[in-house]
């Protein structure tokens, strides 16, 4: 069965520092998501790509956040310099498209996610 | 934004027993729903997406949709301790994003 691969899956830094995380989607999925889960929370959208343009990045803190999909493929969200409120899952999803038909959303699917913590 | 609303529970049942789990959604609008399983430390996994009104049966799970409440819920027959998760609401937002919006979820305990 096909899924989403992320690396690495946990990773320990120290604030100030910079951070990046992977992500492959689901072989023909043209949508992805990055989404970060803090503790005892929802996961909130950090950023979506349609291949390779950014669709919705509204909640992405982009002074120190960046994320790019250049073939429109795999993808790579950076976090610079990183700080303490950044300790967080941080997952990647995918899906068809991102949607059906008119007013019906396509089925995201998650990738493992990365386990970050910021000292 | 729109919100997603969920009691963050625990809820806790027997084995065996039915499981309750309920959410509300601010978007009048919205036509999809999703149910997602979170494992302690896992990333969340689909159960059942749901898009018209009334009910939606997958196994044990069955999931029912009222729009006209801004309600969905997900039932959960013969409970078993390997249900014991979080289970997360989220809801497409209609805009040109189709995003999602996820509840903060619902701790279920299943008691053997």
């Known amino acids: 069965e096909a899924e989403v691969a992320q690396s690495p899956r946990y990773k320990i830094t120290e604030k100030s520092q910079a951070v990046a995380f992977w992500c492959d989607p689901i072989?023909?999925?043209?949508?992805l998501y990055w989404y970060r889960q803090i503790l005892g929370q929802g996961p909130e959208l950090l950023v979506q790509?349609?291949?390779?343009?950014?669709?919705?990045d509204s909640q992405l803190p982009k002074d120190r956040f960046s994320a790019e999909r250049l073939k429109g493929v795999d993808s790579t969200l950076k976090i610079q310099p990183a700080e303490l409120g950044d300790s967080a899952m941080y997952l990647c999803?995918?899906?068809?498209?991102?949607?059906?038909?008119?007013?019906?959303?396509?089925?995201?699917?998650f990738g493992p996610g990365t386990r970050l913590l910021v000292l | 934004q729109k919100e997603v609303e969920q009691n963050s529970g625990p809820l806790s049942v027997p084995e065996g027993a039915i499981a309750s789990l309920n959410c509300t959604y601010s978007?009048?609008?919205?036509?999809?729903f999703f149910w997602y399983r979170q494992y302690s430390g896992k990333s969340p996994e689909l159960i059942m997406s749901?898009?018209?009104?009334g009910d939606k049966e997958d196994g044990r799970f069955t999931a029912q949709l009222n729009k006209a409440s801004q309600y969905v819920s997900l039932l959960i027959r013969d409970s078993q301790p390997s249900d014991s998760a979080t289970y997360l609401c989220?809801?497409?937002?209609?805009?040109?994003?189709?995003?999602?919006?996820f509840g903060s979820g619902t701790r279920l305990l299943v008691r053997p």
């Open positions: 999803a995918s899906s068809l498209a991102a949607f059906k038909l008119a007013g019906v959303g396509e089925t995201q699917y």
């Open positions: 978007d009048r609008v919205s036509q999809s």
């Open positions: 072989s023909g999925h043209a949508t």
């Open positions: 749901i898009y018209s009104n």
């Open positions: 790509f349609q291949d390779e343009s950014v669709v919705d």
């Open positions: 989220a809801v497409n937002q209609m805009d040109s994003s189709y995003k999602l919006i």
